[in-house]
């Protein structure tokens, strides 16, 4: 890698990196690299898969053509370069002698024709570049597939104390440091945030550069990846959707803006007209996500003078920037995903990629300090379908979160602004566990060693979502039991504020329509303490909490 950033940099001076095509060999190995590249400009290659240098003697062609080998890269020069490039990898930065194989060689020429590689005295592959590149289109059919799923009765147990702790005590839920602990996780010292402490990892990729702007090198990178195969089992389009839109809060929730995603979708068998109607919602799930939720680049609409209509006192009209989805920029697809049972439930996995101009104002998810205020941004929704909370009852459920992606692109946008602004001190999105299972994990901080304690009173949480009209036309209140509201998966986000800062908070917050609802506030108390209409339905002491979460996974390993 560091040859290859050399060779850029000597181009560059050169004046011959217009001269020049690169590309690194990642899915479909030479092949991919090369053809994707001629294909391109509409040429064609005539490439000698004997010349390509392997690594032990007798490999196939086929092997040859398509290993995927990683940290291999595909130059195509003049020819007046060519002996340049060569010898800059073979002799000045002496590959061959770092290991075996470690060599650039020249394995073909671009040509006007087709694409053609030989193996011996064989063509192998013989075909337009552009035929191979554009791939095969199919049509396959598809048909939805019903399931008799029906949610079963929630009632409020007698003992929430007892059921929190068996909600964090869940694989899916409890502390992953039996896995975080077993890699490194500051490679190159370029960390911010580590995995668990907020709810995406968090790093600076420009600080050990001495050959940047110093405006741009606290650059932030956020990245979080996300999937809960349980909504797959519910609704294949919401539970692509709902991982866009959890990924973009999590990225957003350490103060970055989602940038970007990448996918990796897992589906049954594209022959089976089912499991194909899976895969088509799946990938409409993740596009009207990627709609609703938009690319932000930090422009509000605007409320300007409208001249043409104005008469008497001054009119105003809002002038709306032009919008874009945010960018699906890769990602792959795995069929046939089978087990003895059959099918897997179908699920898209998201990584979601998030932007900070100054990483310097992440913040994580533990509680900072007692008497700061808790607030609640997102409205609580009957929403337990797919979630841990009927899991651990043996349920699966079937109204799982179905987010109005508008609303959670304004509440995401609200969220990264008041981290930037440094309004914010803690902040942890809801997800996996529902509310409960956040405000515990923001007791507990990443490592379970939080001494802030809390307390809060959900019956402050707003339903006006949750209104329906009657026969009349008129909206009757629908009322949630403590257990929906606690452990409903219905996305939003909590965040700790100090009073200090409210008056701003609430002027960014207006700003978007977005309500912060205060739950409650820190104490110095280390108690985990939840009311509901004046009853204290969970008061447990901190050291329950983490016992509970810490030894959840590890137990199970």
Known sequence: M?????????????????????????????????????AKSGYGADIDLRKVHIAYPDMPAHVIACGETQERMCWMVPPSLTKMIVKHYNETWALPQIAAGAQASVIGKVTRGNYVLHFDETKVVDAKG?????????????????????????????????????VLSHENVACKLPVYESYDKDVQGITVIEPGWADAGVIAPLWNRTDINPE??????????????????????????????????????????????????????????????EFVRGVEGIRDALIGIGLDLGQDDKVVDDKKTRRGPKRKKVVEIERFALPCISGNVSFYNLSAKGSIPPQALIATIGRMSDVNKAITMQFKGAG???????????EMGGSVYFDVQGELGASLPKPDFERASREIKTVTRLITAGLVESCHDIADGGMAT????????????????????????????????NKKGVRAKVEMSSVEKLFGETGGFVLEIPFKNLRKAMKIAGKFGVPLIKIGMTTEKRNFVVFDEGTDVINLSLTDVKAAWLSGLREKM
């Open 2 to 38: 560091q040859s290859t950033y050399d060779l850029f940099k000597i181009l560059k001076e050169k004046g011959l990196i217009e001269k020049v095509g690169f590309k690194d060999l990642g899915a479909g190995g030479v092949v991919c690299a090369t053809v994707e590249m001629v």
């Open 438 to 469: 956040t405000l515990a994990e923001m007791c507990l901080g990443g490592n379970g060693q939080g001494a802030v304690g809390v307390k809060v009173d959900i019956s402050r949480t707003p339903d006006i979502e949750l209104a329906k009209k």
């Open 130 to 166: 552009s035929d191979i590149t554009e791939g095969l289109l199919y049509k396959r059919e598809f048909k939805a597939k019903k399931l008799a799923l029906k949610d079963p009765t929630v009632k409020d147990p007698r003992d929430l104390n007892k059921t929190i702790l068996e």
């Open 216 to 277: 741009v090198k606290n650059t932030g990178v956020a990245l979080k990846l996300d999937a809960n195969p349980r909504y797959g089992e519910i609704d294949p389009y919401w539970q692509a959707a709902n991982a866009v839109v959890e990924g973009c809060r999590n990225v957003a929730a350490v103060g970055a803006t989602p940038w970007c995603i990448t996918d990796c979708l897992n589906y049954g068998s594209p022959e089976e007209s089912d499991q194909m109607w």
């Open 372 to 382: 700061n205020d808790v607030y609640l941004i997102g409205p609580r929704k009957p």
